[in-house]
């Protein structure tokens, strides 16, 4: 885009991979983005694109195969990936919060084995939280691991698993009462789990089961799936970080880091929003003149183009706090709500500009008419956003009376 979402500041190692992305983008998603989603397909040719640029390891530090690159580098790059489609975005994003959580928590063992296979795109990762009875409580969770020798037996159902068909490796979420007596808080009796097995569907590994797909109104191509655990014994080596009881805290770091990359999609299904509206407006005519021309379709595109700046600037922030090494819980939930509800609106404006046609499955827009809506639930609901920031100002800004 020549003028909006720029950023100050970069390195010529950003600029340079940013543009490389940006021209896979426009030359290997867009074409074929919208006829592979009405298929449900999952774009392989676009994953192995992105795999020989490197991409499933840019942020994975160099001494394990990775580019080492930062939160914004990574963010900047999910922006491009979602201004093409979307569901290409989700297909790196929860790889990348395992290699994070990995990067963060594992041990020295568990780094050196998966994170060279992951910075390669050899083996993929998922994260399960969600249960068919919970989302926004985790704490709520009833999955569970009970110790049996070396090793744990994992039963229980998990549901909404992004590339949870795709994925060789799944970061689960369960409650281990192992070394945790009843009546310890909730977040403390929970231990992620590294769960390596087959892709596909159906039992992939002994007392594991991906029953299938989701059917889904948008975010298609990209699988999303249930997981099934039934009496499934994982070693003991395979608690992530080596010790029980971590878990909720290592999934909300996942989470944070996942925030400014949800962010970082909006931003990039807005611009492409906002690119569709304002080259269409230009094109059609009413009343003698270009929509473009009449001030009221003007203002849209104002209204829009200002969302899309304030979104990226947004984003931007919360990335380069992450990667100044300060949480950046308030600055990510902050980003999340704003770029996803933007997101939503510009979208909207888009789709209202289109008039008739853009009702119709030939045009762009219908595709992310369908697809926003995810942004509002995914890693954490615009609820549960506002109560994340509320939390952190009521901290900052204590009442000193
Ligand atoms: C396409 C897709 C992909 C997903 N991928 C993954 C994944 O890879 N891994 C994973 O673990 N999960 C995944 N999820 C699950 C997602 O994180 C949850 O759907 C989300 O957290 C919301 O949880 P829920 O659906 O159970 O809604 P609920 O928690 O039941 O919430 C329902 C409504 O109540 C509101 N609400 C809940 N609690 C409060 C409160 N205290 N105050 C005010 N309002 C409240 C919510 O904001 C929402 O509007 C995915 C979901 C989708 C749709």
Known sequence: MARLAQTAGLTDVQQEILKTVREFVDKEIIPVATELEHRDEYPQQIVD???????????????????????LTYALCVEEIARGWMSVSGIINTHF??????????????????LPRM???????????????LGSDVSAITSKAVKDGDEYVLNGQKMWLTNGGTSTLVAVLVRSDEGHPEGTAPHKSMTTFLVEKEPGFGEVRPGLTIPGKIDKMGYKGVD??????????IPANRVLGGVTGRGFYQMMDGVEVGRVNVAA???GVAQRAFELGVSYAQQRHTFGKAIAQHQAIQFKLA????????????MVNAARKKDSGERNDLEAGMAKYLASEYCKEVVEDAFRIHGGYGFSKEYEIERLYREAPMLLIGEG?????????????????????
Not at 303 to 314: G, I, L, P, Q, R
């Open 381 to 401: 609901t615009a609820e549960i956003q506002k109560m994340i920031i509320g939390r952190r100002l009521l901290e900052e800004y204590r009442f000193q009376g």
């Open 97 to 114: 919060i395992v290699a994070y959580m990995l990067k963060q928590h594992g041990t020295q063992e568990q780094k050196d084995y998966f």
């Open 119 to 133: 910075a390669a795109g050899e083996t993929r990762g998922a994260f399960s939280m969600s249960e068919p009875g």
């Open 265 to 267: 999609r909006g931003c």
């Open 224 to 233: 999303t799936t249930e997981l099934i655990m039934d009496g499934l014994r």
């Open 303 to 314: 209204e829009m183009a200002t969302k899309v700046e304030a979104a990226h600037a947004m």
């Open 49 to 71: 694109g992105l795999k020989e640029l490197g991409l499933f390891g840019l942020m994975i530090p160099e001494e394990y195969g990775g580019l080492g690159e930062s939160l």
